[in-house]
């Protein structure tokens, strides 16, 4: 029962209808059986100060932020933690004593599923293909764990260029045109290939990544971001040519589950979070 004393945390996000972690997080809150609500809430790009001074007055414990407002929030918090601050993006506020703390858990959320899936990074060879702001987690969060070096493949070469100063003092990167012969050389030798394209994504599942499966060996491990559908074609190709894989769903959850860390000190129970995923996705609208 929601009371006075019940905690408000949410997502805020623009459209918001689809997200799948108001589900997910009132799954693990009440499994933990804490005095928490969590919300979706629609905000237009034009509003989304007021919005998060809003949720400040409100007395909010702190909310998620998703697509459009992942970049533009940062000049509006008090406070970037040092990891969101080389992503640049937050995808988690924490309200506290009056201030808005900005916070990047998607990347904590990618290493930790690959880990689930007893994939260790450190050490190990990987290409990603895309460049955009989920790119930017992945890549944080494989130089903090370790990965040796770091190919990116893309369509346009001198967009993602910027990647490589923005790196390449942790990190041996390489951006690559995925048409190249160069970038096909690359994927022979690769541990890990991760698409961080929308690429295959619904409604559009028919599409994938321009990868030649001949080149890759067994032996390389195969993830794609995308949740939804559960097994996008470039997953189903990989598997075809005997590729162990991940999709992106263990990365939803774990970002959902860090977050809730941060906003109630305890841990979530990723058990129930995915129960509840794979419950939402067999009812129309999700
Ligand atoms: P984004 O910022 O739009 O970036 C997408 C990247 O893909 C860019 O490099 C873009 O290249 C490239 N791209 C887009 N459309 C393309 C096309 N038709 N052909 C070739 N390249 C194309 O997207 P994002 O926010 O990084 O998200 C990427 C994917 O990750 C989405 O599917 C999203 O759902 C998923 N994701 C999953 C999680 C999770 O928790 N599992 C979290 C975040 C995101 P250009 O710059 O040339 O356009």
Redesign the pocket.
Known sequence: MFTGKTKNIGIIGYPIEHSLSPAMQNAAIKKIGIDYSYIAMPVNPYQLKQAILGLKVLGFKGFNVT?PHKINIIPLLDEIDDHAKMIGAVNTVVIQQGKMIGYNT?SV??ITALEKNNFTVHGKHAILL??????L?VIWGLITSGITSLTIG???VN??KPLITKFENYIKINVLDWSDKSFHLALKSCDLLIN????G?APYIE?T?PVEWELITKKTFVCD???NPISTKFLNLAKENGNHIMN??G??VE?GAAAFKLWTGLPASTEVMQDKLNFCRNIEGF
């Open positions: 697509i998607d959320g990618f895309g460049a955009g702001g989920a790119a987690a893309v369509r346009n967009k993602a961080a394209t929308p690429l994504m599409q990544p971001l995308i949740y992106g769903e990365m939803l970002q």
